[in-house]
């Protein structure tokens, strides 16, 4: 008898006839194993060993997917917002320089930082959705360039677009598809709606920056 030690390590095994096996390498979790002088193993012994056999095949890929979701986001470490607006490392202190993509309450979000500041695309998506919620580009933490938000059924809420944190023009519209409100040459109104219906903000802009 051998006793099997070390979950982790590969199991090899080549199959002469039905129950028939030659172990060329055995591991296990501390089960021990008993083979006829035949290398035959016992009904019971080979029952329990298809069992293991079987997590090996089906259960550890699963494990091994599950924790590849974790390591596909782009920066497992998580930056540090400070007062005027930089972004840290938490454990070097030194401005943060790169994507930080994670999962929070169900809800992803995904931002490009350079040099310590939001720069780049930015994007939201509804909790436990791959329906985009709202995108925007930033420069040094201001909004340049093209911002859409969308209804959870993709249906486009909000377009804009800004120049170096100064809104130029919008369009809103309801989740009919009605055109809900305009500003033009930075001036005018962005009336919001949440998908039932239901008045979510307005804002009032004049010559790009927000009054209200």
Not at 3 to 15: D, E, Q, V
Not at 138 to 154: A, D, E, F, K, S
Not at 180 to 206: M, N, Q
Request: charged share 25%.
């Amino acid at each position: 008898m051998s006793k099997l030690s070390n979950i982790c390590r590969l199991w090899s095994i080549r199959w002469r006839r039905k129950n028939l096996v030659k172990l060329e390498r055995l591991l296990g979790n501390g089960i021990i194993m008993s083979l006829y002088p035949s290398y035959s193993l016992s009904e019971k012994e080979t029952r329990h060993f298809m069992k293991i056999y079987s997590f090996i095949l089906y259960f550890i890929p699963i494990l091994w997917i599950g924790c590849g979701s974790v390591r596909d986001l782009s920066n497992p470490v998580r930056p540090e917002p400070t007062e005027n607006g930089m972004y840290i490392h938490p454990a070097t202190k030194q401005p943060f320089d790169g994507v930080y993509d994670v999962v929070e309450n169900g809800e992803r979000l995904k931002m490009e930082i350079k040099g310590g500041w939001p720069t780049g695309l930015w994007q939201r998506w509804y909790p436990s959705s791959k329906q985009l919620k709202s995108e925007w580009n930033l420069i040094r933490n201001q909004r340049h360039g093209l911002q859409r938000t969308w209804y959870p059924n993709g249906r486009l809420m909000m377009e804009a677009t800004f120049q170096n944190g100064k809104l130029l023009s919008a369009k809103t519209w309801t989740m009919s598809g009605a055109v809900a409100s305009t500003v033009i040459d930075g001036t005018g109104r962005i009336v919001l709606f949440h998908a039932d219906g239901e008045k979510r903000r307005e804002s009032i802009y004049k010559a790009g920056i927000k009054t209200n």
